[in-house]
């Protein structure tokens, strides 16, 4: 299938810095990536569908000020988030679709999150 | 929108036994139904998936059967191995326009020797 490439795996940060997590599909390209959140023995839950050379769009109770999505290239969506505080530790997953399979969604590796 | 309900949570198996997990789903006009494979840290993994218009599939020791009218769909999973043991996440969509994937709550599965 295809290959989508996340970074870092794992980040540990302290209160109030900021932290980049990239999402890169290595062999096709994707206008739309995905970002979801994952808490430990819970489910994926959408955060935000980004759009190449768009606005992301945000799902309701997710702050886009406090997740800055960018999506410059049709192989590159960075997610940012921003003055990190401990209740923003999470694993983070994105994901991006093969447009040229049609549906199927393929997802990174996740980046483990964890604020001091 | 689009609701997934996802059962066992949690299933243990004997090393060579079968396992079967599943998922029912609410929107009658999703298309499209993948399963993931998730092991611990790392992103979930494809490894399978069925449109509605087919009412199984298989893959190797993997199949996956749809039932439309119920709106149930299955992941079957023969001759288990330890290496199967993983969180198991059943999705369905509606393909096109700006519709999302919704997941259903997971299934632990061990297999033990």
């Known amino acids: 299938g295809a290959v989508v490439s996340q970074h870092p795996s794992r980040v540990i940060c302290k209160s109030g810095t900021s932290v980049k997590i990239e999402c890169r599909s290595l062999d096709f390209q994707a206008t739309t990536m995905f970002w979801y959140r994952q808490f430990p023995k819970q489910s994926l839950m959408l955060m935000a569908t980004?759009?190449?050379?768009?606005?992301?769009?945000?799902e309701q109770g997710v702050e886009k000020d406090k997740f800055l999505i960018n999506h410059a290239s049709l192989t590159l969506s960075t997610l940012t988030v921003t003055s990190a505080h401990p209740e923003d530790s999470s694993f983070y997953i994105c994901?991006?679709?093969?447009?040229?399979?049609?549906?199927?969604?393929?997802f990174g590796s996740g980046t483990q999150l964890s604020v001091l | 929108g689009e609701n997934v309900e996802q059962h066992p949570s949690t299933l243990s198996v004997q090393e060579g036994d079968s396992a079967v997990i599943k998922c029912t789903y609410s929107d009658s006009a999703s298309n499209y139904f993948p399963w993931y494979k998730q092991e611990l840290g790392k992103g979930p993994q494809l490894i399978i998936d069925?449109?509605?218009?087919?009412g199984e599939k298989k893959d190797q020791r993997i199949a996956v059967t749809l039932n439309k009218t119920a709106k149930h769909f299955s992941l079957h999973i023969t001759e288990t191995q330890p290496e199967d043991s993983a969180v198991y996440f059943c999705?369905?969509?509606?393909?096109?326009?700006?519709?999302?994937?919704?997941f259903g709550t997971g299934t632990q599965l061990k297999v033990e020797l």
């Open positions: 980004s759009n190449e050379g768009s606005k992301a769009t945000y």
């Open positions: 069925i449109r509605s218009n087919v």
């Open positions: 994901s991006a679709r093969d447009e040229g399979t049609g549906e199927k969604l393929f």
């Open positions: 999705a369905a969509i509606l393909t096109g326009g700006g519709n999302k994937l919704t």
